[in-house]
């Protein structure tokens, strides 16, 4: 304990504060990969406690970018690649783009945009007989580099696209974990170029890392003995939940709690 506290002084955080936020990255990776999103938005709420905003959504950014290369590398096979490259272009330009703009919208307007483009295409008709291309994917890629340099976790924009284009469970969370791989790493080097020190944050971070590892190991194995169906009605239940969060988010600072 008294090694873990050493890192901690560092940053201004307690051992059990440490210990917390490991055991919610083990549980946020566990919770991505049985039901295929949601633990990245857990890991934020749960972070928004006890790190200070100015830090938050880098460091909830390198958590991510752990999380996400660990599965991605676990699924590696069921990659659906021909998305990946026009993905990564709109990645690029957003993640640009974001970090010049990162403080010119209110986060409440982009939770509010988010949350309820979010129930339209798990709820609405024509997303859901729709299979969005390689062109729609560069969209994909672009508008949600630059939301995530405001709001961070938006997992559940790319997921809608990537549940659409990917006809079986497996496909989805490798192809959903590669692409978040790619905005999640651009975020760090944008907020890198920012001026943003990782440094004291290191020991943190490991540690972060190698729990998500461990549940996104442990969550596979609940993936592969999870029926289709089962799969496909979580998620999305997941992806409603998490679009009310968003938008119960919004209400609260318009309202000024």
């Known amino acids: 304990m008294w090694l873990i506290e050493a890192f901690t002084d560092l940053v201004g955080m307690s051992a059990t504060e440490f210990l917390v936020l490991s055991g919610v990255s083990f549980l946020g990776s566990f919770i991505t990969v049985a039901l295929g999103i949601g633990g990245g938005i857990l890991v934020l709420a749960i972070m928004a406690q006890i790190l200070p905003p100015a830090v938050l959504i880098p460091i909830h950014g390198v958590v991510q970018l752990g999380s996400n290369i660990g599965r991605a590398l676990l699924m590696r096979r069921d990659i659906l690649f021909a998305i990946v490259p026009v993905f990564l272009i709109g990645t690029v330009l957003g993640a640009s783009l974001g970090a010049k703009l990162v403080i010119s919208l209110p986060t409440a307007v982009l939770q509010v ?5 979010v129930l339209y295409s798990v709820w609405g008709p024509k997303f859901r007989a729709s299979n969005p291309g390689k062109r729609t994917f560069f969209f994909v890629g672009f508008g949600a580099a630059l939301t995530t340099m405001f709001v961070g ?3 559940v924009l790319i997921a809608s696209f990537v549940s659409a284009a990917c006809p079986e469970r497996h496909q989805y969370v490798a192809t959903h974990a590669t692409l978040m791989t790619l905005q999640h790493g651009l975020k760090i080097i944008a907020f890198g170029v920012l ?3 990782f440094g004291p944050y290191i020991p943190l971070l490991c540690s972060l890392i190698a729990f998500g590892y461990a549940g996104t190991w442990c969550g596979r194995h609940v993936l592969l003995r999870v029926p289709e169906k089962a799969f496909r009605i979580g ?9 009310f969060r968003l938008l119960y988010d919004a209400s609260g600072t318009y309202l000024g709690e």
């Open 113 to 117: 945009i988010l949350g309820l483009f």
């Open 153 to 155: 976790a938006t997992g």
């Open 195 to 197: 001026g943003f020190a």
């Open 235 to 243: 998620l999305k239940v997941v992806l409603t939940l998490l679009a």
